[in-house]
């Protein structure tokens, strides 16, 4: 498999992310957060003991704030915006990450963006206006919720982009990183939030995300994004918002409605007419 095929891997876990975050639903966001990384860390760990890579951990302190700030931060947003906010919009405005990927690759790595791209962009942006609207149905909590959807996309496309600064850290680290996430969300939790004892549907829910989303697509993407067309993956992800609405509106979060539809199209068809660009 190609470095940009393992990134395409990682997108359809991620695809499960927003449908197994809210059969999650009930327990608070920090608290998911640290269960989710604990997994998660498991996994990486597991997988260092077993290559006999536990050196991969050492790597200097800028590598620690960028891979510990990226999944940290991108998750502690997504859970608090599905959290105060509806399941549907605050997951699509959470992917405008692949359209930033696209933006920020041409001032952080100097690829060109062209006509085309730019153009997906735009059709992307547009999708999310449909999205939210005159704003005049979603309570002011809901609010909030959009906010830090829209600060989850920010970071994870930053962290992505700029992975390419961090050719040399090995993809390995990327278990340390679960670890040390996992740590700061479970700090939050105890400062912040009441704790909540997770049933048989929450645990299988945080289980899950531990081993696809926030666990085994972490490795692949690091792969993907340092080694791959950061281009590319990030004009194919929009394929993920089409496959994650459907998933949430089968399972009861939210009712199809032709503006959801135009707002998905949007957001899809320009991340088509940016991965067709040469």
């Not at 206006?129 to 496309?157: I, M, N, Q, T």
């Not at 929450?202 to 531990?210: D, E, K, N, R, S």
Request: one cysteine or more; proline letters at 5%; hydrophobic letters at 60%.
């Amino acid at each position: 498999m190609t470095a940009t095929g393992f990134g395409l891997a990682a997108l359809i876990l991620w695809a499960f992310l927003a449908l197994l975050s809210t059969l999650a639903a009930g327990l608070p966001p920090f608290q998911l957060t640290a269960m989710s990384f604990a997994v998660g860390a498991a996994f990486g760990l597991a997988f260092l003991q077993a290559r006999g890579a536990w050196g991969a951990l050492r790597q200097p302190p800028l590598a620690w704030v960028h891979g510990v700030g990226g999944l940290f931060g991108y998750h502690a947003l997504y859970f608090a915006a599905l959290a105060y906010a509806p399941a549907i919009e605050a997951n699509l405005l959470n992917y405008l990450w692949p359209l930033l990927i696209v933006v920020f690759s041409a001032p952080i790595l100097g690829l060109r963006l062209g006509a085309r791209r730019l153009c997906g962009v735009a059709f992307g942006f547009a999708g999310c206006a449909v999205l939210l609207g005159g704003g005049a149905g979603f309570p002011a909590e809901a609010w909030f919720g959009f906010l830090c959807a829209l600060g989850c996309a920010l970071v994870w496309s930053l962290y992505s982009v700029t992975s390419r600064r961090f050719t040399s850290v090995p993809t390995e680290a990327v278990a340390g990183f679960c670890a040390a996430s996992a740590c700061l969300a479970l700090l939050a939790h105890l400062a912040l939030e009441p704790s909540v004892m997770p049933d048989a549907r929450q645990a299988m829910a945080v289980l899950l995300l531990g081993l696809g989303p926030m666990g085994a697509a972490f490795f692949l993407w690091d792969r993907g994004m340092k080694q791959g067309d950061p281009r590319l993956l990030g004009t194919l992800a929009y394929g993920v918002p089409v496959a994650s609405t459907l998933l949430l509106i089968a399972v009861g979060e939210g009712v199809f409605t032709w503006n959801l539809a135009l707002a998905v199209a949007a957001v899809a068809g320009g991340g088509w007419l940016a991965a067709t660009a040469r």
